[in-house]
């Protein structure tokens, strides 16, 4: 009858050598997912259409648009709070789809975010 297990320094059981290959598939499917949603951008335009902000997937702003009627000088408040609910809206979706494509790696194992693997 053959050992199941192993011993230190006597090499992997059949498990853990193919678990280890799983983790670095993984890992590797991660790297190329990171990268290309690091290629991606989003948008988000509030206030009807005067707002509209676009972010990549590196989390920097890469456009602000506004429609001239947006610009008051009396009213400089609400255009801050547009551009605002613009670029929070913009990086909720960038995040939302990261977390997504990562979700579909991992399968929901929550190992997105800081895990190298």
Same mark, same amino acid.
């Given at each position: 009858?053959?050992?199941?297990?192993?011993? /230190?320094?006597?090499?992997?059981?059949?498990?853990?050598?193919?678990?280890?290959?799983?983790?670095?598939?993984?890992?590797?499917?991660?790297?190329?997912?990171?990268? !290309?949603?690091?290629?991606?951008?989003?948008?988000?335009?509030?206030?009807?259409?005067?707002?509209?902000?676009?972010?990549?997937?590196?989390?920097?702003?890469?456009?602000?648009?506004?429609?001239? !009627?947006?610009?008051? /000088?009396?009213?400089?408040?609400?255009?801050?709070?547009?551009?605002?609910?613009?670029?929070? !809206?913009?990086?909720?979706?960038?995040?939302?789809?990261? $977390?997504? $494509?990562?979700?579909?790696?991992?399968?929901?194992?929550?190992?997105?975010?800081?895990?190298?693997?």
């Amino acid at each position: 009858m053959a050992k199941r297990g192993g011993f /230190p320094g006597m090499g992997m059981p059949g498990n853990m050598s193919n678990l280890m290959k799983q983790a670095q598939k993984m890992q590797k499917q991660m790297e190329e997912t990171t990268k !290309e949603l690091e290629t991606k951008e989003y948008s988000a335009t509030v206030g009807g259409g005067v707002v509209t902000v676009t972010v990549s997937g590196k989390k920097e702003v890469t456009a602000v648009n506004l429609k001239e !009627e947006v610009v008051d /000088p009396d009213d400089i408040e609400m255009l801050e709070d547009l551009i605002i609910s613009a670029v929070n !809206e913009a990086f909720r979706k960038m995040e939302e789809d990261q $977390s997504n $494509s990562m979700a579909k790696i991992t399968g929901g194992l929550g190992m997105g975010g800081g895990f190298p693997f």
